[in-house]
């Protein structure tokens, strides 16, 4: 099974609008973490916003949020007021197991998004 | 206080060439991960690395791929008789300690096979 599955191959949004990036996760572990990355078409990876499974918050960073629903195993990326510059790949990750000695990420597909003027 | 570095950015080999990736990780980083991203994919884990030890390389090919992080100078992944499959980008990771904290991607290098 799909550790990570990011069901949305695309999404298109308008300037200004906000968005919401799915996310499923599967796994037995108690401990583990989530990630989002933005890859622009230049190919870097960006590293946006972290959430871990005992954080009783969901994480914020800027105009990037992380909607967690742990029972339901989802960890969704929401960006509010998008701009043009947000156009670009959207990776969620999971680390498992002790966050003192996990070192390997699961990544899913990937979302492209669009951000329209 | 420069971030991991990887060169070169875009690499083309003939089939059977011998491709080799270089990673240096962010100074004060000694732990290195390297990454493959197939088209159309996320990243997946190959190896892990600490200065002249190879911890996990349970995501590596078993064969012509091979990687190493010297006492000196960068990582080096290295692919011997390359195929079109081995066509990717290649991501560098690298890290203070064990784990996840500080963890930072280098931009990666695009090899391309023809």
């Known amino acids: 099974a799909q550790k990570i599955t990011q069901t949305q191959p695309g999404m298109f949004v308008q300037e200004k609008e906000a968005v919401t990036l799915d996310c499923t996760y599967d796994?037995?572990?108690?401990?583990?973490?989530l990630f989002w990355y933005k890859q622009p078409s230049s190919g870097e990876m960006i590293f946006l916003i972290y959430?871990?499974?005992?954080?009783?918050q969901n994480a914020t960073e800027g105009r990037y949020s992380l909607n967690f629903q742990k029972a339901r195993k989802s960890a969704n990326l929401v960006i509010s007021a998008s701009q043009l510059g947000d156009s670009a790949m959207y990776f969620c990750?999971?680390?498992?197991?002790?966050?003192?000695?996990?070192?390997?990420?699961?990544f899913g597909k990937g979302t492209k998004l669009s951000v329209i003027p | 206080n420069a971030g991991v570095m990887q060169n070169p950015r875009h690499l083309v080999r003939r089939r059977g060439q011998e491709a080799r990736l270089r990673c240096s990780p962010m100074k004060g980083h000694s732990h290195v991960y390297w990454y493959r991203q197939l088209p159309e994919e996320g990243l997946k884990f190959m190896v892990y690395l600490q200065k002249e030890n190879i911890i996990d390389e349970s995501g590596m090919p078993k064969e012509r791929f091979s990687a190493e992080f010297p006492k000196e100078g960068p990582s080096i992944l290295r692919i011997q008789q390359v195929v079109r499959g081995d066509s990717a980008a290649y991501f560098c990771?690298?890290?203070?300690?064990?784990?996840?904290?500080?963890?930072?991607f280098g931009s990666g290098t695009r090899l391309t096979v023809v």
């Open positions: 959430q871990g499974s005992y954080d009783q």
């Open positions: 796994t037995s572990d108690p401990s583990y973490g």
């Open positions: 990750a999971m680390r498992e197991g002790r966050r003192a000695g996990s070192y390997q990420l699961t």
């Open positions: 990771a690298s890290s203070p300690g064990r784990g996840l904290d500080g963890y930072t």
